[in-house]
C-alpha cells in the first residue's frame, strides 16, 4: 500500500514539474528593447553583427528606433520586420537590414522572456542568434 501511494506521489510531482516546465507564450512577450547578436556564414566568409531592436507587442518592428552595426562597425537601418510567437515560446519572423531579408527559422523565447535564440538564413547563407531584452 505504501509503495503505490509513493508510487502516486512521484507521478503526481511529475506531471506538476512537467506542465509547469512547459512554458506559455503569447505574442506581446516579445515587446520590449533587445540587443541582439549574430554570426554568419557567406560563402567563405564568416560574419557577425550587433542589433538594438525595438518590438512592439504586435510582433513589428519599430524601424525608427531599430539598427545593426556590422563586423567593420557600418550602421544600418533596420527597414521591415515582424516576430511571430507560438504559445509554445517558439518565434519565426524576418527582419530586413540593407535591402537584405533575413529570415528566422526556428528560435525558442526563454520562458523568463528575456532571451531569445535561434536560427535564420537569407540569400547569402545562414546565421545564428542570441537576443537579450534590456
Not at 525595438?54 to 520586420?81: H, M, Q, R, W, Y
Amino acid at each position: 500500500m505504501k509503495r503505490t501511494a509513493t508510487i502516486l506521489s512521484v507521478l503526481a510531482l511529475s506531471a506538476l514539474i512537467s506542465s509547469s516546465a512547459q512554458a506559455a507564450c503569447n505574442q506581446s512577450d516579445g515587446a520590449g528593447t533587445w540587443r541582439a547578436f549574430s554570426t554568419g556564414v557567406a560563402g567563405h566568409d564568416i560574419l557577425w553583427s550587433r542589433c538594438f531592436l525595438t518590438i512592439k507587442a504586435s510582433g513589428n518592428v519599430a524601424t525608427k528606433s531599430s539598427f545593426c552595426f556590422l563586423e567593420d562597425g557600418t550602421k544600418i537601418a533596420i527597414t521591415a520586420g515582424n516576430l511571430a510567437i507560438a504559445s509554445d515560446c517558439s518565434l519565426t519572423g524576418s527582419f530586413t537590414a540593407s535591402d537584405l531579408v533575413e529570415n528566422i527559422i526556428d528560435a525558442q523565447l526563454s520562458k523568463e522572456n528575456a532571451i531569445m535564440a535561434g536560427v535564420g538564413s537569407d540569400i547569402t547563407g545562414h546565421f545564428t542568434f542570441i537576443g537579450l531584452k534590456k
